[in-house]
């Protein structure tokens, strides 16, 4: 999983690790699922200069100096993985060996294994946005903010170290110790943790009254049953009083489309295009709402968006735009834009692979292009500025008071306030 932490990458990452959190690339097409067969295939033996990686396994096998530092399957994942690289699909189809699968099914369903750490790895070293609610991470005093600079004592800040495979260490099983050293946010003397893996259950939706009754839903993903926590969330804020709403998406990885259907049907009327799908012969087809009964159709509309957001997010954020429902605030999103199908193969790993690409409801490209905000406010420059963005607000389902609004140190959400309440 390239945008995941799981292998080596310079791809921008979220931060959504299996071993951490989840998986950054769950797509917006897993609710179709095709199988592939598990046999060498004859087409493969019939491409040109197939014969090369026969050949440079031997090479490798003959001559590399340190044999004992890998494995046949890590090789032949290796390959696996070099292959689906080079289709340029950055940051969607990818390669997942039987222990990322298993995460990646996991994360799909809102459940995995870990310390329940959710960061952002794009910049030099791993910040925390936030430790999960109820998680080990939580519990041992984990902190949004928190730069991550040890795993099991290995140094992240060591220009030597891969830290894409010294993070992925912090998978485990339950029951099982990982110890960590970060920085506090402002602070200079690191702290270390060690914290017990243990399962946990990720609630894909928050929510939160701010000042001017305006609601925040923040939406993790399109997991499984979010579209039931969403409208959950809004009926919530009615009782409230709420009077209008923000709907978070950044750093919203995608998720399950049906998920992304009921949830966009919740703020639009049944029959809203809201996203086209295109073939590989250039044949379209238009996907609609189809929810009759949505809990949020008429009323202000914040949507936040930004470099993290894809996927389920670009094509629920784009409908939203494209309409007129909703204001978008924030950032471009990432420009996902192919539809994901896993393909599972004979040893249990995973080939995800983009069969189709995704168009907004109107036909505009999102694939590397992504979804411009009406009104963009980004952070800075500074990717270790990120973790400003309150993922969560330190309240469940309560109201943030006036004073602590403004002390909160997020631009974006500011003006999302400051647009539905002027």
Do not use: C
Request: glycine share 12%; no cysteine; proline share 5%.
């Amino acid at each position: 999983m390239k945008n995941s932490v799981l292998s080596g990458s310079t791809l921008k990452r979220v931060g959504l690790s299996a071993s951490l959190v989840g998986t950054l690339m769950l797509g917006a097409g897993l609710d179709r699922i095709l199988v592939g067969v598990g046999e060498a295939s004859d087409r493969f033996s019939d491409a040109s200069n197939y014969s090369i990686i026969g050949e440079t396994y031997d090479a490798i096998r003959e001559n590399y100096v340190l044999q004992d530092d890998f494995t046949d399957e890590q090789l032949v994942w290796g390959a696996a993985s070099g292959m689906i690289d080079a289709l340029g699909d950055t940051g969607h189809s990818t390669f997942m060996n039987p222990d990322e699968t298993q995460a990646f099914n996991e994360s799909s369903a809102g459940e995995f294994v870990g310390i329940g750490i959710n960061y952002d790895a794009s910049g030099d070293l791993p910040i925390v946005n936030y430790p999960i609610k109820n998680s080990p991470a939580e519990a041992a005093g984990v902190l949004p903010g928190d730069t991550l600079i040890s795993v099991n004592g290995v140094d992240l800040r060591d220009p030597e170290v891969d830290q894409a495979e010294v993070l992925d260490t912090i998978r485990g099983e339950a029951g099982t110790t990982v110890t960590l050293q970060f920085i506090h946010a402002g602070e200079t003397e690191p702290y270390e943790v060690t914290i017990t893996r243990a399962p946990i259950t990720v609630d894909p939706v928050q929510v939160a009254m701010l000042p001017g009754n305006v609601l925040w839903l923040r939406l993790e993903q399109f997991s499984d049953g979010a579209s039931d926590r969403i409208v959950a969330g809004l009926e919530w804020g009615k009782e409230q009083g709420a009077t209008s709403v923000v709907l978070d998406l950044r750093g919203n990885p995608g998720g399950y489309i049906v998920e992304a259907m009921a949830i966009a049907g919740q703020f639009l009327p049944a029959g809203t295009p809201l996203y086209q799908e295109m073939d590989n012969t250039g044949a379209k087809r238009v996907v609609s709402t189809t929810t009759t009964d949505g809990a949020y159709l008429d009323g202000p509309l914040v949507v936040l968006i930004d470099g993290n957001s894809a996927s389920a997010s670009e094509l629920t954020s784009s409908a939203l735009k494209e309409t007129g429902r909703a204001t978008l605030i924030g950032e471009t999103t990432f420009g996902t834009g192919t539809v994901l199908l896993p393909f599972d193969l004979s040893d249990g790993s995973t080939a995800l692979l983009g069969v189709e690409l995704f168009l907004t409801g109107q036909g505009n490209d999102i694939y590397h292009v992504g979804v411009e905000p009406n009104e963009e406010v980004a952070f800075s420059d500074n990717p270790n500025d990120r973790p400003s963005i309150p993922r969560t607000l330190g309240i469940d389902e309560g109201s943030m008071t006036q004073a602590d609004f403004d002390a909160l140190a997020d631009p974006q959400l500011h003006a999302a306030v400051e647009l539905l309440t002027q």
